[in-house]
């Protein structure tokens, strides 16, 4: 016959322990410890070390957190059956954001950026470092995928159990708060043993009379709002495809003419001798743009960055790379249409040749330089304005 453990447990504030059970888990969520004592007049601790204690060894679990306690009644009378969570219970709390390993159209890891490649074991500490855990160990992550994660004030606890289930993995917790990431099916020393103890007496009638759930109380409370919306006239910059996939400034893409760009357009750019570099320009040139962000180099230049009105002033930042913006496709101003009130379509202007614009009798843009436009039924705005589609790729703007 197997022989049951005399198991002891001690949580601050708690005078009478008849009996309870303990699951330790693997993952993020926190393990529960539920006690059934008998009824006191003082409450117990909020937070404290629960510790059990069974054939000799101690087991002491830090910064537990008193849940939930309910009254109930069985044969033997009214006693209290009281929840505990260990420290993973702060893991709910915190926020992340960010956008890591972003891609090429060719599926190469992008280089515009230091902060844009991680491995997984660098995930997983950003991670741990967001939930307030300090103590971790993420050497069995593997180290060579580059997975794509978007985050926008994201539970980083459920980013990191994202990353595990992808790689294959789960969070083990460690007596004294640590966390240790281990592979499933790999070394056994990385799971720790799950504590129980004996279960307290469940027969007879039971029956809740009452209950008492403590709130939770935070440190501190943050208030995130949606996102600001800012309108602007960015100037733009011809650029054009390469066979890697990437977009480069006009005039250093590799099949440029020896003579230079001219309107090689209107002969299907059959200048361009190589047949594959040709494809390239037909599906890029004169047709790709980009919004130009200042090096502080410029004559005119005023600093290094985009200055966008309303949030450059307030916040102290500048725009200095294309990643930071989110275009809309559509401006902030709105106009009633057949009586219902929509946002104005973005649109496009500039100094081109052809018939692409508004109303010209010439059918020629006779603008040099593009003029901001105020009015879009101006006389200006009739020969800048784009009238034809065109397209935004969030992606490669």
């Known amino acids: 016959m197997s022989e049951h453990l005399q198991a002891v447990a001690r949580f601050p504030g708690v005078e009478r322990i008849i009996g309870g059970t303990m699951t330790w888990a ?16 003082r409450p117990p601790a909020l937070v404290g070390t629960l510790e059990i204690s069974y054939d000799g060894r101690t087991l002491s679990f830090p910064e537990c957190r008193a849940v939930q306690a309910s ?6 009378g009214r006693i209290v059956s009281f929840l505990i969570e260990d420290w993973r219970w702060k893991w709910r709390f915190g926020e992340i954001s960010g956008r890591y390993n972003q891609r090429t159209p060719a599926g190469e890891i992008k280089r515009d950026s230091q902060f844009n490649e991680k491995t997984p074991r660098q995930l997983a ?6 939930m307030g855990q300090r103590n971790y160990d993420v050497k069995q992550l593997p180290d060579e995928p580059r997975p794509f994660v978007e985050h926008d004030l994201s539970n980083p606890a459920q980013s990191l159990d994202s990353l595990c289930d992808l790689l294959g993995c789960r969070v083990a917790p460690q007596l004294g708060n640590i966390a240790k990431i281990v592979r499933l099916g790999g070394d056994k020393n990385g799971a720790s043993d799950s504590p129980g103890l004996p279960e307290g007496p469940t027969s007879g009638l039971i029956e809740i009379n009452e209950s ?10 943050e208030i995130f709002g949606g996102p600001a919306e800012f309108q602007h006239d960015f100037e733009l910059e011809a650029v054009a495809l390469e066979a890697s996939g990437e977009y480069v400034l006009l005039n250093d ?30 599906a890029s040139v004169y047709r790709a743009f980009r919004v130009k962000i ?31 913006l989110i275009f809309l496709n559509r401006q902030c101003v709105e106009e009633v249409q057949l009586g ?4 104005k379509p973005m649109i496009l202007y500039g100094a081109y040749e052809g018939e692409n614009n508004f109303g010209d009798e010439a ?7 593009p003029e901001a436009i105020e009015d879009e039924e101006s006389d200006l705005a009739k020969k800048c304005i784009y009238t034809r589609g065109f397209s935004i790729d969030a992606d490669k703007s």
């Open 71 to 76: 009254y109930r009644r069985d044969s033997r």
């Open 253 to 282: 893409v590799s099949y440029k003419p020896a003579g230079g760009w001219t309107f090689d357009a209107d002969d299907d750019f059959h200048g361009i001798a190589n047949l594959k570099d040709r494809k390239l320009a037909q």
């Open 294 to 324: 200042p090096t502080g180099m410029e004559e005119d230049a005023t600093g290094k960055g985009l200055d966008i009105p309303g949030y450059s002033k307030r916040t102290a930042r500048r725009v200095n790379a294309h990643r930071q």
């Open 340 to 343: 219902v009130k929509t946002f």
């Open 125 to 130: 500490a950003i991670y741990f470092e967001a």
């Open 212 to 221: 008492l759930d403590p709130p939770e109380k935070p440190d501190a409370i």
């Open 363 to 369: 059918l020629e843009n006779t603008v040099d330089i």
């Open 26 to 41: 693997h993952g993020t969520a926190p393990g529960v410890c539920t006690l059934t004592i008998a009824p006191q007049l």
